[in-house]
């Protein structure tokens, strides 16, 4: 165990710095997640590998309108589920007959997608989930595992550019009573192959899952965490092994810290593995006619957004399908007005054209003050830090000028790609000023800005 302010352990912290493909995927901030398949014609979140391909059959699919109603929420990618836990595979694959080319629609959906993903600018990214409930090797350890890097392989090799591959660690007892225990190294390494610029997400190194499905973030959600954490959720035996409804809006308390120097001193080795949260905008992940009326309300989305953006982690935000294969009306008004918030909040930053001074380490503070031409009434504070150079801010304080003095805006501590703070309404001054107070190494800040 360390102590908390001797320097060799804070050089270990404060030089622990992100990927090339790390960096490329936080820049995203917020994507989609589309969960469509099977399961949509049985009206079920998960299937049992038993259903007839006769029975998926959307008669109005178009991924174009998938992809317009996500980039008009200001979403920058798209994940698909091109085969969930029931085996249905939504791709033209040569290695199963259970798959949406033995189905009455017929056509690669992935490869539709794909082209709609290039025609509204938006990154790809796919799910395959490791649990194959319909494919008779399953179980069958080394068997299996060649199936499935099969699959993997025709993914990776055949629609052009992916910004991430998604596991989650779901897993279960093949046709032989066996468990499945996933070679994730060999998957790791044609991922690294075929597509070297993409993150692997969950059960892999790059990314970390919040915790939780429900949309929770933690107050603090630190980057730079012990080295252990990067196998958690590969464990056979934490994995999910049923559908259930507990398990989707779980939120592991005992978990909130996994970053803080108190934290990190009871560990020896650490890595670089920000977080993403990952929630539906349904109750459910698949579509369900009667979820229609439970979509989330524009504040509940506006506030996970702040949360997860704001909070040093990505947002994946899930919007099934409808059954024919176009997004509902609900769904739909509802990422457009999550866009518009989106848009007016953070168009036009009220410190442009004014003057800034950096008054650095004073008194073991660094201090930037701002001053604009006129009084200006913020509602968001963003900073982000140069986090090539690690994450290192700790703890800061945005200060307003008003009668001669200075007044507390809002606080943080963790900062990381970006913090966003929301700020007392009616908050109107000239001058500014922004302490970072402790931190772990000199920072270095991209962004300080008022919207």
């Known amino acids: 165990m360390y102590d908390i302010n001797d320097q060799v352990f804070l050089e270990k912290i404060s030089s622990v710095y992100p990927s090339k493909r790390q960096l490329q995927w936080q820049e995203m901030e917020f994507y989609g997640f589309i969960h469509y398949g099977i399961n949509q014609f049985t009206n079920s979140e998960w299937g049992d590998g038993t259903e007839n391909p006769q029975i998926f059959d959307p008669q109005h699919l178009d991924t174009d309108q998938w992809c317009e109603s996500l980039a ?5 990618g798209v994940i698909m589920t091109a085969k969930h836990h029931d085996g249905f595979c939504l791709w033209d694959t040569k290695f199963t ?7 009455p629609y017929g056509k690669d959906i992935v490869a539709q997608l794909a082209k709609s993903c290039k025609k509204y600018d938006l990154k790809l990214g796919i799910y395959l989930s490791p649990w194959d409930r319909h ?3 399953y179980g069958q350890g080394e068997a299996y595992d060649d199936f499935f890097c099969n699959q993997l392989t025709e993914l990776l090799t055949d629609y052009g550019d992916l910004f991430c591959l998604w596991f989650d660690g779901a897993c279960g007892e093949g046709p032989n009573g066996k468990t499945q225990y996933y070679n994730w190294n060999r998957y790791y390494d044609l991922i690294r192959k075929y597509q070297p610029q993409a993150v692997i997400s969950v059960c892999g190194p790059d990314v970390r899952w919040c915790g939780n499905e429900a949309g929770h973030c933690r107050t603090n959600e630190w980057s730079v965490v012990p080295a252990e954490l990067a196998n958690k959720e590969k464990i056979q035996e934490a994995s999910q092994q049923t559908d259930d409804v507990a398990f989707r809006e779980r939120v592991t308390s005992s978990d909130e810290d996994l970053g803080s120097r108190e934290f990190l001193a009871k560990h020896d080795a650490f890595i670089w593995y920000p977080a993403e949260v990952n929630t539906s905008i349904r109750p459910g992940w698949f579509y369900h006619e009667e979820e229609n009326e439970k979509v989330r309300s524009l504040e509940e989305l506006k506030s996970i957004y702040l949360q997860s953006v704001g909070g040093n982690a990505t947002f994946l935000l899930n919007i099934p399908p409808h059954p024919d294969g176009y997004f509902a009306p609900q769904d739909v008004n509802r990422l457009e007005s999550l866009g518009d918030w989106i848009r007016s909040s953070f168009s036009y930053n009220l410190l442009e054209g004014g003057k800034l001074r950096i008054l650095s380490n004073l008194d073991d503070e660094f201090i930037i003050r701002a001053e604009t031409k006129s009084a200006i009434t913020p509602k968001y504070l963003i900073l982000q830090e140069d986090i090539v150079l690690g994450q290192q801010i700790e703890y800061f304080e ?6 001669n003095k200075w007044h507390q805006a809002t606080s943080g501590t963790v900062v990381g790609h970006k913090a966003i703070r929301l700020l007392d309404e009616g908050i109107s001054a000239k001058e500014w000023q922004l302490r970072i107070i402790d931190y772990r190494a000199e920072p270095t800040l991209a962004t300080f800005a008022l919207y």
């Open 72 to 76: 008009r929420a200001e979403m920058k």
């Open 97 to 103: 007959n259970h798959s949406v080319m033995y189905a």
């Open 135 to 137: 494919e008779p090797t």
């Open 398 to 403: 945005l200060l307003y000028q008003e009668n």
